[in-house]
């Protein structure tokens, strides 16, 4: 696509444009990373219930992964690999989960973060509509990701440690990535920062 074209569609100045591309890699990258965490699981929970859930739920991880690499491509960027990304960096602080109750919490406070991202973006004043209707599907399956992830780590809770234990470990993950997210968006914001000040 032209450079005219991309600019008639979303009306954003090519260092606007730069910063979105950024963004819509960081969420294409951490959309591949999560599905990488659910492969994970597939080892863990065999039973036919979990597995048919768990491969609806990698086939969305894995469509919206490919929303955003579209949609990178129809505004003229490219994807490309992310260094120190979202999920790399919850890795780094959270370490490899031991189990199975660790894999799901963990999943829960990535889930969580997902939408609540997502939903934010959403919010901001001047979002393109093709971005939006990306944000909008993507968002759309959230809900559920965060609803059977939470009732299987219900289920399997009484063997594992209890809910206790269970509890602990959320809070635990959300304290983690409550600085995870703070130190990824100070990063965010001064690469956006550069791009902005770069074009002056
Ligand atoms: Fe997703
Ligand atoms: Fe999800």
Known sequence: MEGGAVGAETRLAPEELEALLLIMNFYRDAELRGARLLLNLHRHLRDPDSQAKLTRHLADETRHAWLWTQRICELGGAPSDVVGGYQHRMGQKIGVPRDVVEILALTIVAENR??????????????????????????ADEQWHLSWVGEKLSELAPGRGGQDRVAQLLERYRAAEQEVYASF???EAKLLDLIRRESQ
């Open 114 to 139: 997902a939408l609540e991202r997502y939903n934010e973006h959403a919010m901001r004043t001047g979002v393109d509509k093709g971005t939006l209707e990306v944000l909008e599907a993507v968002t």
């Open 185 to 187: 968006q100070a990063d």
